[in-house]
């Protein structure tokens, strides 16, 4: 297993978790989240989506499924604030250190607050990037809001 800002993190946080290695994917249809779980044979519910957002000026995460989208709404009230909206791809790769596609919760360059959608409570262990593109970890969803600080919310739109 190749060693990520995010495996690092995970090791000195004393986080159990499983590295997924897999090839170059293509998507077919649906998104690439869709494509990566199908690929490691999983439910693509379990398989999660870091996405840096700007409520009210301040930036933020939010992981959700893969499955699902982000209601920019929801997370502005999760993060109390008035207006939510996603960061552009070379802001987020900047507040982070990752590359898009490839940007793990764990191990950013810079700690951000962290909202992960509550679905995330009903599976014995979840799939979010390892911090780069190939690679999935897998981890016990309260090791995972331990970890980051995070707080639990209804993130997906409709």
């Known amino acids: 297993m190749s060693v990520t800002p995010a495996t690092l993190a995970l090791q000195r946080a004393g986080v159990a978790f499983t590295p997924h290695e897999y090839g170059p994917v293509e998507e ?4 690439y ?10 439910d693509s519910h379990r398989v ?6 700007v409520a009210d000026g301040r930036p ?11 209601s920019t709404k929801a997370l502005a009230r999760a993060r109390g604030a008035k207006r939510a909206e996603l960061a552009t791809p070379a802001e987020a790769e900047r507040r982070t250190g990752y590359v898009v596609g490839g940007i ?12 992960v959608d509550q679905s995330l409570l009903n599976h014995p262990t979840v799939f979010v990037s ?10 016990a969803p309260g090791d995972l809001i ?13």
């Open 60 to 70: 933020a995460v939010a992981v959700v499924p893969v499955s699902g989208h982000l």
């Open 33 to 42: 989240g869709e494509t990566i779980a199908a690929v490691l044979g999983v």
């Open 28 to 31: 077919t249809e649906g998104t």
């Open 48 to 53: 999660f989506k870091t996405l840096v957002a």
């Open 130 to 139: 390892g911090g780069r593109r190939g690679l999935q970890v897998e981890v």
């Open 146 to 158: 331990r970890a980051l600080g995070a707080v639990t919310a209804d993130l997906l739109a409709g």
């Open 104 to 115: 793990s919760p764990f191990g950013q360059k810079r700690r951000l607050p962290v909202v």
